[in-house]
């Protein structure tokens, strides 16, 4: 299992990225993926994940309504899209295969939200 995040980004309050994660070593298509956090000196923090078929989705309560977990099954590839930045969305983001944060992770990316 391979998994290399990008995207992060120094951006301001209320600001828009788009995480994105390359993977390989696996069947991407048929496993489903997950996005995790970790915040300075805080423990590792569940985000989003979407099933085999991407049929269904599920977000942290911070999440809901301004992040959006998707991806790309041609090219093996899973984003993140973060609108709505907020300062307590600073850390590092990693991908993750399987559902939850329990599986196996990139090495991260890191979001700094910062005025």
């Known amino acids: 299992v391979q998994l290399v995040e990008s995207g992060g980004d120094l951006v301001q309050p209320g600001g828009s990225l788009r995480l994105s994660c390359a993977a390989s070593g696996f069947s991407f298509r048929l496993t489903a993926m997950s996005w995790v956090r970790q915040a300075p000196g805080k423990r590792l923090e569940w985000v989003a994940s979407?099933?085999?078929?991407?049929?269904?989705?599920h977000y942290a309560t911070f999440a809901k309504g301004r992040f959006t977990i998707s991806r790309d099954k041609d090219n093996d590839i899973l984003y993140l899209q973060m609108n709505d930045l907020k300062p307590d969305d600073t850390a590092i983001y990693y991908c993750?295969?399987?559902w939850g944060i329990g599986g196996s992770r990139g090495q991260g990316t890191q979001v700094t939200v910062s005025s």
């Open positions: 979407t099933s085999v078929r991407d049929t269904n989705t």
């Open positions: 993750a295969e399987g």
